[in-house]
């Protein structure tokens, strides 16, 4: 299964605290100027990967 759709599937098990916190780690990932294109996406993933083991 892709990472697309587990985190899909498991995005509507967190809690609306879950899912904001979620949005506030991807968006201070996203706005930090000092992380390569290589950095973003390996921290995002890092973070996906927490919030899809936070859902089992």
């Given at each position: 299964?892709?990472?697309?759709?587990?985190?899909?599937?498991?995005?509507?098990?967190?809690?609306?605290e879950?899912k904001?916190?979620?949005i506030?780690?991807?968006?201070l990932?996203?706005?930090?100027?000092?992380?390569?294109?290589?950095?973003?996406?390996?921290k995002?993933?890092?973070?996906?990967?927490?919030?899809?083991?936070?859902?089992?």
């Amino acid at each position: 299964m892709s990472v697309n759709i587990e985190l899909e599937q498991h995005i509507t098990t967190l809690t609306d605290e879950e899912k904001n916190d979620f949005i506030k780690h991807v968006y201070l990932i996203l706005n930090n100027r000092s992380n390569s294109d290589l950095i973003v996406r390996a921290k995002i993933s890092e973070l996906v990967g927490r919030y899809i083991n936070i859902s089992k």
